[in-house]
């Protein structure tokens, strides 16, 4: 017989620990929206691993919880509520469940248990400078040559991968069939003899992605995450958790919070009652859209769990959260004027980090999410072809 689960209680709980535990200086930088590095990052995964919270989307014999779809949104509301840092997308959200999905038994064992523990730091090699939201064109090679792979080609935008231990990367092994069948999915350790990782700085003022070259790169066959040429299955399953994570209502309901701070503080006087008023018409229509949101991310997430295909419903949901926070960020920006852009620098650096100066930062840096893990257009496309048939 099942318990029913107390989910104020449970709240509760995981807020008195990431309060309690959770170190202050990554709070801090939490708050302030700045690009946390690997080693607070990791420590943090190292402490929910402790407590036994390393992975809660996964199932309890590979290391999770076994928690159910509304205690997996709990958890996350109340990391992004407590200025916690979310769980390391790149390992546990994106390949952990593929790994448990399609690799072999000894690469579970291989791989699992370091992004468990937080001691592996994993990055995605897929994007190229001519492949990105048409991935499937992609012309990074491999050539096998007995038990091994040798690998040429660049990878582009590839975030932490400067941090990075591995970089489970999207090669081509054949150009005989359509382009989607001769893919294969390489687990490729970035410290590799012929692997060059250039920074790239964003408009937020941030390295946090970057270039991969590969140059003669070897790789051991027993690295192929799934058949060869069945690369383009594996990365379809891998980007539809991808873009389950992307579309987090926990992130957006803080930015709404901070928006919704602003216009008390910036728009109560008299003088700025028409302004208020727009402001809130427009915020109420983004509220109920951030809770439409959060309702189907809980039904995708008990899909999941219950081994139910989930369709169209991550495009979706990452179509819908990329344009909800763009949208919070206009009016943001909006509201504390342009001024906030003399607070700027392009090394990174700000004059201090109140909601004010954050807004510039904010708005660059989500200028990205409606491209990154396939466009929106993409994303549209995928949905009608979805519903109107090809």
Not at 155 to 178: F, P, Q
Not at 271 to 300: D, K, N, Y
Not at 369 to 387: C, F, K, P
């Amino acid at each position: 017989m099942t318990t029913a689960v107390d989910y104020a209680a449970f709240a509760a709980e995981v807020r008195e620990f990431a309060l309690s535990v959770c170190p202050e200086p990554t709070r801090k930088i939490m708050r302030e929206n700045r690009k946390l590095s690997r080693g607070p990052w990791a420590e943090w995964q190292q402490i929910l691993y402790a407590k036994g919270w390393g992975a809660p989307g996964w199932p309890k014999e590979f290391g999770g919880m076994g928690w159910d779809a509304r205690q997996r949104f709990i958890f996350d509301e109340m990391m992004a509520e407590c200025d916690c840092p979310p769980l390391y997308h790149h390992g546990l959200r994106h390949l952990g469940p593929t790994l448990i999905k399609y690799g072999t038994e000894e690469q579970k064992q291989r791989f699992l248990p370091g992004i468990l523990n937080g001691t592996d730091w994993w990055c995605q090699g897929f994007s190229e400078p001519g492949a990105g939201s048409d991935l499937a064109s992609l012309k990074c090679a491999a050539r096998r040559e007995g038990d091994k792979y040798i690998v040429n080609g660049q990878k582009i935008w590839t975030s932490h991968a400067h941090e990075a231990d591995l970089m489970y990367t999207l090669v081509r092994t054949s150009r005989e069939d359509r382009k989607q069948k001769g893919i294969t999915l390489l687990l490729i350790p970035v410290k590799s003899k012929g692997i060059t990782v250039r920074p790239i700085r964003t408009l937020d003022g941030f390295h946090h992605v970057n270039e991969v070259f590969l140059d003669d790169v070897e790789v051991p066959v027993e690295n192929r995450l799934g058949d060869e040429g069945d690369g383009w299955t594996v990365a379809k399953y891998l980007l539809g958790h991808e873009r389950l994570s992307s579309a987090n209502t926990a992130g957006l309901f803080k930015a709404f919070a901070a928006l919704k701070a602003l216009v008390e503080s910036e728009l109560s006087a008299p003088s700025q009652r028409r302004r208020r008023e727009a402001a809130l018409a427009r915020m109420a229509v983004i509220e109920a859209r951030m809770i439409g949101l959060r309702e189907q991310g809980r039904q995708a997430v008990a899909d999941t769990m219950e081994g139910r295909p989930l369709g169209i419903a991550p495009s979706v949901m990452k179509l819908i959260a990329s344009e909800l926070v763009q949208e919070i960020d206009e009016m943001i920006l909006a509201i504390v004027g342009p001024e906030v852009i003399a607070q700027f620098y392009p090394d990174g650096e700000t004059a201090g980090y109140d909601a004010k100066v954050l807004a510039i930062r904010n708005y660059l840096l989500h200028r990205a999410n409606t491209i990154y893990g396939g466009s929106s257009e993409v994303q549209r496309d995928m949905i009608a072809r979805e519903l109107l048939g090809r």
